[in-house]
């Protein structure tokens, strides 16, 4: 007979019970060596649609993944109903290691950030020349991201016609960054498109920017036809309409494997999350004059290495000054 209370010696206790049956507990994870390799093209309130070889298949995040969430971008592994039909749904059981992020917080003050997109080489800022006005200091809290995420930054002004990208240009060309230039005729007649997109050849792009300077449009410019029969996939699978720009969506270049990927417009772009020691890698020229500096430096104080060195030669202070206005947008609204 076993006791319980004060009396109980470990004799009287051999095992935990499990109410839901005789199973035992385990915190074994299976491998599932023989899932199938997919891309997330985009997700919609715990729906992730999947590419799967030549198929769009539904699926939604095992339960023993926890809180990891996947993103538009991701490699996954699925097992299940990869068939892509009607009324099918799959499972995604790992999340492979990521090469790159696209990270941002709702503002400056938010402590949780959100990956937007994951794997993308290339962050191509969409900006247009007028009608809205451009605001450098949301394209810079862009452009220090994709430095900060790994992702090679990439300018795209629209609507030249209406106005010229001249003082655009001179405030980011220190920072070497790749752009084209566009017009609305351009963008109508397809010209747009195709010097756009030898600009994302061996790449996969994310196309970030707020809301009415043409990217869904050159997005749209860019893949037409797949666009269709993605989306319209899409919907034929999830029941659900139309769909709009309220969460990313990835896109194949027809006959390239390139990718791009289409995300929501951006009223505020939050740089909590930002490193220092990561945004500046993106300026090679100058990492080697941080050696000198003190321990979590945030190359704008007085006791910087960086000022000895570039008044040393080492490096162009124009490129230190670039390297610190990016910096310091984390302390300031788009809107300063």
């Known amino acids: 007979m076993r ?21 035992p507990r385990t915190h ?30 539904l699926a939604m995040k095992a339960r023993e993944l926890g809180r990891k969430a996947a993103v538009v971008g ?90 010229p ?25 397809g010209g747009a498109a195709d010097r756009v997109r030898e600009l994302l050849a061996g790449r996969i792009t994310a196309f970030v ?3 009415g300077v043409g990217k869904t449009t050159l997005v749209n410019a860019l893949v037409p036809e797949e666009r269709r029969r993605v989306t319209g996939h899409v919907n034929a699978v999830t029941g659900r309409g139309r769909h709009t720009t309220t969460s990313a969506l990835a896109l194949p270049l027809e006959g390239t494997g390139d990718w791009v990927i289409d995300t929501p417009g951006v009223r505020s772009f939050g740089l909590h999350h930002v490193d220092p020691s990561r945004v500046i890698l993106a300026f090679p020229d100058l990492v080697p004059g941080t050696e000198g500096c003190p321990r979590a430096c945030s ?8 000022d000895a060195w570039v008044a040393e030669g080492h490096a162009d202070p124009a490129r230190l000054y670039s390297l610190r206005r990016l910096l310091a947008t984390r302390e300031r609204t788009e809107g300063d």
Request: charged share 35%.
């Open 299 to 306: 190359h704008d104080e007085p006791d910087c290495a960086l």
């Open 74 to 163: 991701d490699r996954v592994a699925l097992v299940g109903d990869l068939s892509g039909q009607k009324d099918t749904l799959a499972r995604i059981v790992r999340i492979e290691e990521r090469t790159s992020v696209l990270r941002r917080t709702a503002d400056d003050d938010d402590p949780f950030e959100r990956v937007v997109v994951a794997n993308a080489d290339q962050l191509a800022v969409v900006t247009a020349l007028a009608d809205p006005e451009p605001r450098p200091r949301l394209i810079d809290r862009c452009l220090v991201a994709a430095y900060d995420g790994g992702l090679t930054p990439l300018l795209v002004m629209t609507k030249s016609d209406l106005a």
């Open 209 to 211: 920017g707020h809301s």
């Open 28 to 57: 074994i994870r299976p491998k599932h060596e023989d899932a199938a390799a997919g891309m997330v093209l985009t997700v919609d309130r715990g729906r992730l649609t999947c590419l799967v070889e030549d198929r769009i298949v």
């Open 165 to 189: 990208p001249d003082k655009l240009l001179e405030l980011y060309g220190d920072l070497d960054i790749p752009y084209v230039v566009t017009s609305r005729e351009e963008l109508e007649n």
């Open 3 to 23: 006791r319980y209370g004060k009396h109980t010696d470990e004799d009287d206790i051999r095992s935990r019970p499990n109410r839901k049956g005789n199973r």
